[in-house]
């Protein structure tokens, strides 16, 4: 899965340095005061720069390991974003973890795997000495290698791989690795500035946009396509209000023979060509890879069920794309990026559109896109909605029915088991509630025990392979929530594990013979 991790990086930051919702005292501007100051004596000791040195040592020791190298990201920006001072602060790792959970999804998206990893090694890292799970020992002596900011000597005693006890002893210098294995992009440091501006621009500006189309600029753009291409120009330029609509023209007018091949493939590949030409093909990977955005991804795939005769430009929502193009041209100074000068003023004018001989048909931008930073995502309403009215439903950049957002409560068991996909059937539970499903759906309980239920149901009576089956495991939190009560999660697990236990010990990465926990959490 993927992360944003500069726009996570920044929006951590800026909440450990914000005052927090609860005080521990009656006094607010005294308890606020108190915690400003706590937060400064704490930086640099344990702030960003202290996460950063954490994320870049962790990943040089999870090269070495086999780590989730993902969770260790996260667990360096995590760990200690909720510390009140530099001194043993209990509770400071539990605090990152609850943070943690309140971002995810919106801020970030990883699979319940890597997330039980990293809760439970924000959770212990200042309690616990040593650890089996590669990801989670990585998290820790990554952690403790950075003892020397405190005028602590790291003791390899207390780490728990291989790797980080010889760099502890002096044996490997790893910041003389990660210094010398930075990628270098081939672009100077003003250049990557210009890259990090255009990107944004391209992205929320053009690719996010909702405003109505500039019709003027956009045919405009069509009209110098077409000439880049050498072809006559159109007789006529159609709008419509959304893909949707522009399928129904296509299938009913005359619009004479499809000339995508000419107006987009053929230019763009004698542009890609000249760019690979002056820069080489690995730095203009490299740009395309900086400019990809999988939010827009995801909204070609989403909106991409014509047939694949009937061939068109994304207009703004191929906005990465042309973003590399643009920065080609602004900034590396390749002129020949100019003959796809048009079809880059129609992605910052309208929406989808369709080149024929006789006609172009272009659509109107979105009246409404929600997402969760990465993919379509709405929890209240359409995550799409053209200004036909035409909507679409998706959480998690999937599809799912309009009554699944509109009225949860009111899908039957019967619906949910009928989806098609796992994928919707989990987005499907989790809006229906997991326990209220575990129940309504009379799922079985395979077996119970100390460590917590584990719950099995088949979806399909007539089909055997392993998605068709879900495995859930009820456990109990040990901590109490503020009201004294104690909060029940449902973690789902392989269909063919049989025991609470061994379902417990996967979320951690163990077989079930070595999850043995001393404190519960």
Sequence with gaps: MNVDFERLWQSV?????????????????????????????????????????VEQVGLFIAARTGADAMVVRLFALFHDSRRRNIDRDEGHGMRGAEYALTLRGDGYQISEEQFQLLIYACCWHSEQEHHDNPTIATCWDADRLDLG?????????????????????????????ISRSTPETGLTKAQSARLSHLRCHWRHKVGCSTLP???????????SAYDAACLKQPRSIIWVNSPGEAWQVIKTRELGKAVWIHVLNDVRNQVVDQIVGRIGIKLFAEIQRQFSCPLLENIRD??????????????????????????????LGIEEVRLMRGIMEVAKAAGWWWPFSDACVITERPLRIEHNLEKLHCVTGPA????????????????????LIRQPKSLIIREIL??????????????????????????RIIHSDDFG????????NDREEAENWMAVVKVVNATPERDGSF??????????????REAVAWTFGLESPEYAPGIET
């Design 453 to 460: 239920t584990l719950y099995r149901k088949k979806f399909s």
């Design 13 to 53: 930051t800026h909440q450990y340095y914000a005052p927090w919702n609860s005080t521990d005292g009656p006094d607010l501007a005294s308890s606020f005061f108190t915690l400003w100051q706590n937060r400064l004596a704490t930086e640099p000791l344990n702030g960003p720069d202290h996460w950063r040195r």
């Design 418 to 443: 009928r989806m098609p996909t796992w994928g919707s059937r989990r987005l499907a539970i989790e809006r229906y509630g997991m326990e209220r499903f575990l129940t309504d759906s009379k799922a």
């Design 384 to 403: 799409l909605e053209f200004r036909d009215g035409s909507t679409v439903y998706a959480l998690d950049g999937r599809l799912v029915p309009e009554k």
């Design 213 to 223: 189309a500039n019709r003027k600029v956009a045919e405009d753009g069509v009209r």
């Design 487 to 500: 909060r029940d999660y449902f973690l789902q697990v392989p269909p063919e594990i049989e025991t609470a």
């Design 149 to 177: 900011r405190l005028g602590i000597i790291p003791d390899p005693r207390f780490l728990s791989t291989e790797i980080s006890r010889e760099i502890a002893k002096g044996l490997i210098d790893p910041w003389e690795e």
């Design 302 to 331: 989403i909106l991409n069920p014509e047939p694949t005769d009937l061939r068109r430009s994304h207009g703004c929502h191929g906005a990465d794309s042309f973003g590399a193009l643009d920065f080609c041209q602004r900034v």
